[in-house]
Structures are given as C-alpha cells and as structure tokens.
C-alpha cells in the first residue's frame, strides 16, 4: 500500500505478473472499496492469515470470502466490478408497477389506519408482494414519474347570486380574510412558578402515582379535509370549502406520563361536567395507585369552583372507599404548546383526519378509538417515551419539558 515492496518480490504461482501490477495500482489509485478488495487477495496470497487480513481491514470473514472468490476462480476484474441487482433497478417494469398499484391504494385495503401512506408501512405490505425496494427507491420512482406531494386545493364556491356584490361590499369595508397566529408566549405572571411545581411532580412520581396530561380536540366536522398527499404530475386534490357536515365531534382525552396510555371518551361540550366525568373515569381506572395528578391548560371549566369543590369532596372520602387521592397541576395560562397531549393528537390527525372522508360519526369514532388502541397496545409492548420517532407526525416526545411546542398550528380544533 505504501509502495514499499517491488512487483518483482511478490508473486503468485501460475498467475500472469500483469495481474499483480493491476491489483498494485488498485491499491495506489482507486477508492477505498477497491484498495480493500486488492489488499485482501495480495495479503491472502503471501500466506497471512485471514484473521489477521479482517482485523486490519475491518471486514469480516464473509466479505473476505467474497473478495477471494472471483480471483480464485481466474478473473482479476471480476471481484471490482459493480453488479446492479436486477430488482434494484428503476427500469424493471415489474417493481414500478407494484409500486404505483400499491400506492392507489388507500391503506385501509391493507388492514392500515391511515388516510396516507406511511414509507415504513408501504416498504412492509410492498415486501410481503415479494418486492425489496427499499425507501430510497421507492423515492426516486415516484419522483422520476413527476410525484411530488401537495396540499389540496380548498375551492370558494359560493352559489348565492349575489355573491361579487356582498363580496365588493365587504372589500369597501375593509374586511380582509386573517389566519389566526399561534402565540408562543405565556403571559401568565405565575409562569415560573406552576412550570416549578410540574417539573417538581414529575422528577418525584413514584410507581404508586400517576400523572395525566388532559385536553379536548375539537369540535371538528365529519366532512371530506384537506391535507398533504402524493398526486401525480398535472393533478390536485380538491376540496369544497362549503360542505354538508356528517355531525360533529369533540374528543376528550387524557395521557398518562410514565406508561404513555391514552384515556378517551366523546363529550358532547367543552364545560365543567366532562371534566368531572374525566376525573371519575381516571380514578375507577387507575383505582391501584395511591395519588392522581391532573394537568391542563388555564380553560374556564378546568379551573371552575364546581370541579374544585367535587375534588374536595372525593378526596374527603377516598381513604376509605379506597379510591386514589386526586390533585391537580395547571398548566401557565396561554401555554397550551406545553400540554403533551397536544402533540398526540397531532399525530392523530395527520394519520387519520387528515385527507379523510369519513361517511358518518361511526365511522370516524371507530377509526379514532383503533386509532389509540394501536397506540396503547404498542406502548404496552414496547414500555419506553416515544412519540415522534415511532408514531410518526406527533409534535414532540411524550415528555414534559419547558422548550416543547405541542400544538401543532396546521392541525383545527
């Protein structure tokens, strides 16, 4: 390697010395896959060991057989050159097919709780056809087709005949259409304070405790959305802004920090009974532990008088129904970005709101309750706090920290 040793003092019994010139300069000049593979069957040659040879290169004895193979058998070229795996290539006919034909599919014909498909998901079931395209080459088939990912199209249709004029009248008044802006800042003069207190729970909590993160999501309308979607070249996805809404819906759920199991339920309002139903539906369920802490943001119904004197009154009783002592938590006012269900439903809703058209409640309720179980039953498995990296579009980890920003401004409520 160091042009140390003459060609002359190395030799090979019954091979031309040109190939061992060939091998020399593979060493001096070509890439390091290349060096490898020449000093592997130069080093083989003059009797050093084949432990030796992989400690030194860093390979093992499977890579060495595979570089000694093709020289053994005669051919000096034949261990450098590059091999395309015919069902690697872009050209195979048979492998773009399959991937587009996969991809009109919705995913829920596959047994997948989702309105889009995921790579991991698609690369699975496209796997299980008999096709090991990995994402990569998924990737550069679809984009070589003019693929590319949009947001739908929401269209203003208005039937009302009088519509450019009302619209005129408006314009003359000075109303203009404003996206609502997500703050990021509390202004709660008690900020430090409440986020001093949760850190203080949490870096406390026994195995005997139990800590929720709580908030609702909605209301929203069962009705055909919007979303990110791979569309061909030329195409859009359109959405109508005026629709006949299906019904609507508010979820009511709760996160429960250390085993990251998701409680919910369908509440007709946002007020101060569902929140008494949340808590009385946490304690018959988590009856084992000895203390529940509940935490949300600073809504009216989370900090009304009647739910402060409900928890009184369980706690006075619960010693001796033993029932677990309830207290609670409050986030800072305006600091909804903190609560960590937050990030849980957005990863809910781009899953499975998103780009969905559901064709009525039921249906929609039984895709959110799979939805939480899937979720449930994973973390059940695979007991650890994980959000973004495993289910994909959550925000942020399942953890509280002080820098999180869990609400997602692109998700509705």
Known sequence: MQGLLPVSSISFEGRDPGEIGELLRRIRECRLADRNKALAVIARRQGILSRIICRFLGIDRKSLRRYLRPFDQGSTAAPFSRQVDPSRDLTNASTKQAVFALLHEPPANRGINRTTWKMADFVRVLRSQGYSACPQVIRRITKAAGYRWRKARTVLTSKDPAYTQKLTLTKAAGYRW???????????????????????????????????SIDEFGPFAVKTTGGRSLMPPGEQRVVPQWQRSKGSLILTA???????????????????????????????????????????????????????????????????????????????????????IESVFSGMARAIIHNSDYGSIDAAKASINRYYEERNLHFQQHPRRAGKKIWGKERECAVFNEGNNCKDPYYYR
Not at 259 to 271: E, I
Not at 285 to 291: F, G, S, T
Not at 295 to 320: Q, V
């Open 178 to 212: 404003r996206k609502a802006r997500t703050v990021l800042t509390s202004k709660d003069p008690a900020y430090t304070q409440k986020l001093t207190h949760i850190r203080s729970i949490l870096s406390q909590l026994s195995a005997e405790e139990a800590f929720f």
């Open 254 to 340: 709760a996160l429960e920090r250390s085993t990251n199991q998701v409680t919910h339920f369908y509440s007709r309002a946002k007020n101060t009974a569902e929140m008494i139903r949340t808590m009385d539906l946490l304690v018959e369920r988590y009856a084992h532990c000895r203390k529940l802490y509940l935490s949300w943001d600073a809504a009216s119904w989370h900090i009304s008088r009647r739910l402060g004197e409900h928890i009184e009154e369980h706690n006075a009783t619960a010693g001796s129904k033993c029932r677990p002592l309830v207290e609670t938590a409050p986030l800072p006012a305006g600091a909804q970005f903190l609560n960590v």
